[in-house]
T-cell receptor, first 116, second 113 residues
Framework: AQSVTQPDIHITVSEGASLELRCNYS??????LFWYVQSPGQGLQLLLK??????LVQGIKGFEAEFKRSQSSFNLRKPSVHWSDAAEYFC??????????????FGTGTKLQVIP | KAGVTQTPRYLIKTRGQQVTLSCSPISGHRSVSWYQQTPGQGLQFLFEYFSETQRNKGNFPGRFSGRQFSNSRSEMNVSTLELGDSALYLC????????????FGPGTRLLVL
């Protein structure tokens, strides 16, 4: 069964500083990988996704992520954080079950605090 | 296109009652998934429906059930509510299943007293 680990529960960065949120996954084959962001009291918004091809994926709001198969990682990065980026970020992996249907597993999330 | 809508947005129930939550997917989407989000357990997959058939199911007791209608709208029902069922219930839709991105609704926040 697939699993996702986000080792950092809470991260604080200064506005304008760079950001990297870690995500490690466990899955036997090539997974489909996602990063979502959730603002307080809201649903999840997709930031970016990786299905195949170029391992560096560009997303919305200036985010990017790099798939590293050798490290089973899919870390999210942003070169310069804005105060509006404060939210909770979830990494997710999707895999096909025996019936060929997608099952999505989410990490526990990383809460990002941005200080002025 | 309108996004995924969920009703109601907030709900307060007492233990032992039952509740029905509704989800309207993005127009043209045929797959609807439900998730429970709590501070302690995070996001947990409940089940997925596609063309009125349940195709995936998470590890939740039988008190949690769902269905999907021919117009792809989905309902989730929880019977005999327990305090631990208090959570944000999120619905997500996608056009197919397998390689498709899920789009999430704002959720229904359920409080069980």
């Amino acid at each position: 069964a697939q699993s996702v680990t986000q080792p950092d529960i809470h991260i604080t960065v200064s506005e304008g500083a760079s950001l990297e949120l870690r995500c490690n996954y466990s899955y036997g084959a090539t997974p489909y990988l996602f990063w979502y962001v959730q603002s307080p009291g809201q649903g999840l918004q997709l930031l970016l996704k990786y299905f195949s091809g170029d391992t560096l994926v560009q997303g919305i709001k200036g985010f990017e992520a790099e798939f590293k198969r050798s490290q089973s990682s899919f870390n999210l990065r942003k070169p310069s954080v804005h105060w509006s980026d404060a939210a909770e970020y979830f990494c997710a992996v999707a895999a096909l079950n025996s019936g060929g249907y997608q099952k999505v597993t989410f990490g526990t999330g990383t809460k990002l605090q941005v200080i002025p | 296109k309108a996004g995924v809508t969920q009703t109601p947005r907030y709900l307060i129930k007492t233990r032992g009652q039952q509740v029905t939550l509704s989800c309207s997917p993005i127009s043209g989407h045929r797959s609807v998934s439900w998730y429970q989000q709590t501070p302690g357990q995070g996001l947990q997959f409940l089940f997925e429906y596609f063309s009125e058939t349940q195709r995936n199911k998470g590890n939740f007791p039988g008190r949690f059930s769902g269905r999907q209608f021919s117009n792809s709208r989905s309902e989730m029902n929880v019977s005999t509510l327990e305090l631990g069922d208090s959570a944000l219930y999120l619905c997500a839709s996608s056009s197919l299943s397998g390689q498709e991105t899920q789009y999430f609704g704002p959720g229904t926040r359920l409080l069980v007293l």
